[in-house]
């Protein structure tokens, strides 16, 4: 089974930087997801981990310690848009590659 | 590429009676997925079809909730009889085998959002 933990809100400022962090258990693990989700809409990708270490793409980073369960989701330079929720995911090989999600972490940037 | 395509985007309904929920999903993606998202929660697996067969269903209440996914294209999920803790937003998702583009090959609808009343 999985079991996937991440934090239930945050609170930033404008400009400022957050690190979401994500801790799992699981089998047949083949890649961690991060997806962004504003309210009403579907979840969108963000980033994909597959090996250790840090992945960049614009203002938004991800991390992965496979040996730790660990990832982190880093958003620099926040702007109000970027309040939403963000969702980590494990992926599992041994089952189709389904996703098993995380409860999400709400972000609230402030002014 | 057109993506994952589900119809309603809303529906209202009262208790105790059936709705069904429409998916298209990506051409030539042979796994489809629904998971039901409560709110403020992450989505939860439903089922997970490969092609048209249903893989893993664990998780579909089976006395209220079915699914199929004829020729192994579209799908429908079904519930009968609707109760309030159905509500929920309702997302198909689907995958192919080979990782291709940014989303590695996983792609969601828009979701169905079901309200109870």
């Known amino acids: 089974g999985q079991n996937i933990d991440q934090p239930t809100e945050m609170t930033a400022t404008e400009g400022a930087i957050v690190q979401i962090n994500c801790t799992y258990q699981?089998?047949?693990?083949?890649?961690l997801f991060w997806y962004q989700q504003h309210a009403g809409e579907a979840p969108t990708f963000l980033s994909y981990?597959?090996?250790?270490g840090l992945e960049e793409k614009g203002r938004f980073s991800s991390f992965l310690s496979r040996s730790k369960g660990y990832s982190y989701l880093l958003l620099k330079e926040l702007q109000m848009k970027d309040s939403a929720s963000y969702l980590c995911?494990?992926?599992?090989?041994?089952?189709?590659?389904?996703?098993?999600f995380g409860g999400g972490t709400r972000l609230m940037v402030k002014p | 590429e057109a993506g994952v395509v589900q119809s309603p985007r809303y529906k209202i309904i009262e208790k105790k009676q059936p709705v069904a929920f429409w998916c298209n999903p990506i051409?030539?993606?042979?796994?489809l997925y629904w998971y039901r998202q409560n709110l403020g929660q992450g989505p939860e697996l439903l089922i997970r079809?490969?092609?048209?067969?249903?893989?893993?269903d664990s998780q579909l209440p089976k006395d209220r909730f079915s699914a199929e996914r004829l020729k192994g294209v579209d799908s429908t999920l079904k519930i009968q009889p609707a109760e309030l803790g159905d509500s929920a937003v309702y997302l198909c998702?689907?995958?192919?085998?080979?990782?291709?583009?940014?989303?590695?090959?996983?792609?969601f609808g828009s979701g169905t959002r079901l309200t109870v009343v």
């Open positions: 998702a689907s995958s192919s085998r080979a990782r291709t583009g940014a989303n590695y090959g996983y792609t």
């Open positions: 079809y490969e092609n048209e067969e249903a893989v893993d």
């Open positions: 699981t089998s047949g693990f083949n890649g």
């Open positions: 995911a494990v992926r599992d090989g041994n089952a189709g590659n389904m996703l098993t």
């Open positions: 981990n597959v090996l250790d």
């Open positions: 051409s030539g993606h042979n796994t």
